[in-house]
């Protein structure tokens, strides 16, 4: 597939950014129809920053410093509409986006959640699932609205949470389904026609190029 039909990508993380690296290792794999332009973090300490720069991606430093949440969010959309970035990932970006920022790409931002939403949204929902005690976690790719981790629900992938388990092996077995769930969702979103009905995504079965959904 040419350059030009592919979805321009921006992937916004706070940290290791192992996220990303299953995001780019799909496209460059040509399982997802869209290519990372930019990779943005409010932390210039991100691993993640400096593993997409060895990739020669464009990567971006934007502290908050002392500007608001809806400053800091401007700045991000005017490097992102600088790339012409189509879909927004948020891979392990910890911050919780303005209606402003949300309102720019309408549709258009996905997150990954290391829990069965709306279960345990908010930090350490591993941790979270754990001390409630449940049998089954896992993680959620879903849209994101205004909310904190709410949003239509793309896709779930399940793990048992074992006797021994700690936040750590528990963390450890969702992030393998983390790096499959967000490649997949991504692809979807990309190739199918979708439609959201409540709170529902909707599929059609019909193929194609990048969706404008
Ligand atoms: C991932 O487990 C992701 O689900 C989580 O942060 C980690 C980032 O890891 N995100 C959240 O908790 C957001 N609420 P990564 O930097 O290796 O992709």
Known sequence: MGEESLAR???LLSGRGSNFLSLH?????????????????????????TKAAELGIPAIAIPRRRSSRLQHDERVIEVLRQQRV?????????????????AAFPRRILNIHPS???????LEAQGQ????????SGCTVHLVDEGLDSGPVVIQKA???????TEDSLAARIL?????????ALSRLLTMDWDIEGRRIRWQPATRGPASG
């Open 9 to 11: 990508v921006a992937v």
């Open 25 to 49: 290792a799909a496209m460059e794999r040509g399982e997802i129809p869209a290519r990372i332009v930019v990779v943005v973090s409010n932390n210039s300490k991100a691993a993640g920053l």
């Open 86 to 102: 189509e879909w927004v990932c948020l891979a392990g970006y910890m911050r919780l986006l303005s209606p402003a920022f949300v």
């Open 116 to 122: 069965l939403l709306p279960s345990f949204p908010g």
């Open 129 to 136: 699932a754990l001390s409630h005690g449940v049998r089954l």
């Open 159 to 165: 793990v048992p949470v074992e006797d021994e388990d």
């Open 176 to 184: 393998i389904e983390e790096h499959r769930a967000y490649p997949e």
